[in-house]
């Protein structure tokens, strides 16, 4: 079972950042995507590492301001969120598949249960 945690309430332009890890497992052999759903809207893909980190995706809203990593010594993904806007509000989930990338939530068998960023002033 996958862990997200690090959102909050955060001024817009502020940064946040977002942690997945797996009870009793690491995530170094799985491809890990975030995920986010605004109110009123469907889950979207924000960002993915594939497991050798050589394949990453980001949304095209986020690109520039989202750095997606991981740290296999830790068995944890992270998602750094600079220059946050309100549009950002929303649930993030993490989530994961053998490794590769996808943008799709088929895709994905493991989830996170979603931590709450709301930017606001």
């Known amino acids: 079972q996958l862990q997200a945690s690090g959102g909050g309430l955060v001024q817009p332009g502020g940064s946040l950042r977002l942690s997945c890890a797996a009870r009793?497992?690491?995530?170094?052999?799985?491809?890990i995507a975030w995920f986010r759903r605004a109110p009123g809207s469907e889950r979207r893909a924000v960002s993915c590492?594939?497991?050798?980190?050589?394949?990453?995706y980001y949304q095209n809203s986020v690109e520039g301001r989202f750095t997606i990593s991981r740290d296999n010594a830790k068995g944890t993904v992270y998602l750094q969120m600079n220059s946050l806007r309100p549009e950002d509000t929303a649930v993030y989930y993490c989530?994961?598949?053998?490794?590769?990338?996808?943008?799709?939530?088929?895709?994905?068998?493991?989830w996170g249960q979603g931590t709450q960023v709301t930017v606001s002033s």
């Open positions: 989530a994961a598949r053998s490794f590769l990338c996808s943008s799709s939530t088929s895709a994905f068998t493991s």
């Open positions: 009793g497992r690491t995530l170094k052999n799985y491809g």
């Open positions: 590492i594939s497991r050798n980190d050589d394949i990453i």
